[in-house]
């Protein structure tokens, strides 16, 4: 009688770990966002089969969105973007993009399995701002906002997947299944207004991770 | 004595086979030493037959969305509402601002909504995924009134709404 009873919690108790086990090995994307003027917190936190469900019932909104024309933008087609990326890559870490102006440092360097960009936002008197705003300036309120920095870090597999595309469009969809076989940070961005991060675990809460 | 025990038997009868086959309770208190409390149970076959025969009285063009650009969305929504539905448990969104707190968690077939103001109103809303799926429209905007009659009779013993106010309650379950 004894024996069946501990056969019995044995097979209960394992089980219980399997379903434990199932549970967990679902992956789950979280987005964090925390803006500490407004005293605002934002947690999301959706299992990938659901984010799975959304971006297969949506093919148009991914071809919509997946069009990236740099050509008008920023003079520099996707392909030469391309180009430059496999040759950044190959130059191991180091920064690849320093701008410096009066309002503003840009840097892009690579970090181990990181890209990280810093924007550095030096504000300007608000004496400046608002004569300029006066004299119809286009955007010179928004210029007149105080010193900030932004900093983003993205995974470098996530940029792979997305560059691997051909002709002028993103690889959207190799970026999704990257981002699902993906455990730990997609994006981070640390602003002076808010701090946003979004990454992918086994957890279904944000618990200690989120720190 | 027998013809006395027959005329009660028939409305107990009555009421234990409505109560068995389920019913949604509305229950309202009002604020104030005047406040009434007002309690409408509905019979749920009673819902459940409206919307049955429904159809067979009312136009159709009632019983169908007409807005195009809802009906783009309703097969995203479906496909949202069946993948949360077979996923797992645990919090999706928590919103928190200074007097104001939105915590929406997956709990077995159901979505749970609670909204905390800073004015001291709850709002807690149970939402039965197959419910809300049944109650999404066809591709051509129809609504399914059988298929979400059938789905009223799985969300027995549940509690759909409940709304503080102050010194208010709305209370809607299903028992």
């Given amino acids: 009688m004894r024996k069946s009873i501990v056969v019995g919690g044995l097979v209960l108790a394992a089980l219980t770990a399997a379903l434990a086990a199932a549970q967990t090995n679902t992956a789950w994307l979280h987005v964090r966002v925390d803006e500490a003027q407004k005293s605002s917190k934002v947690r999301v936190n959706l299992p990938m089969t659901v984010v799975d469900a959304v971006v297969k019932a949506t093919p148009d909104l991914i071809e919509e969105h997946g069009k990236v024309n740099f050509g008008e933008h920023h003079g520099m087609k996707l392909a030469d973007c391309r180009r430059a990326w496999k040759q950044l890559m190959a130059a191991g870490d180091a920064e690849f993009v320093t701008v410096e102006s009066e309002d503003e440092n840009v840097r892009v360097q690579r970090k181990g399995d990181l890209v990280i960009v810093y924007a550095d936002h030096k504000g300007r008197p608000a004496k400046t701002a608002k004569a300029e705003a006066e004299a119809g300036k286009p955007e010179a309120e928004g210029k007149g906002k105080g010193p900030g920095e932004v900093r983003i870090e993205v995974p470098v597999s996530l940029v792979d997947a997305l560059l691997s595309g051909e002709g002028e469009e993103v690889n959207l969809q190799a970026a999704l299944a990257e981002v699902q076989k993906r455990r730990g940070d997609i994006v981070r961005v640390h602003d002076t207004d808010a701090d946003v991060r979004i990454w992918i675990d086994d957890q279904n809460s944000q618990g200690t991770s989120a720190r | ?175």
């Fill in chain 2, 1 to 175: 004595m027998a013809k006395l025990a027959i005329v009660l038997a028939i409305p107990l009868a009555l009421l234990a086979t409505v109560a068995s086959l389920g019913v949604m309770v509305v229950d309202v208190r009002e604020a104030g030493p005047d406040g009434h409390h007002i309690v409408v149970p509905v019979p749920l076959v009673l819902a459940q037959t409206a919307l049955a025969v429904g159809p067979a009285f009312a136009h159709q063009q009632d019983l169908r969305i007409h807005d195009a650009e809802a009906l783009k969305h309703m097969p995203l929504a479906r496909q949202v509402l069946e993948a949360l539905a077979d996923g797992p448990d645990g919090e999706l969104v928590r919103v928190e601002e200074r007097d104001e707190q939105v915590v929406i968690t997956k709990q077995g077939r159901s979505l749970h909504v609670q909204v905390h103001g800073g004015h001291g109103e709850d709002v807690d809303v149970n939402v039965p995924l197959q419910l809300a799926l049944q109650a999404l429209p066809d591709s051509q905007g129809n609504i399914r009134t059988t298929a979400l009659a059938a789905a009223l009779g799985g969300v027995r013993f549940t509690d759909l709404v409940k709304v503080h106010d102050g010194n208010e309650q709305v209370h809607i379950y299903v028992w």
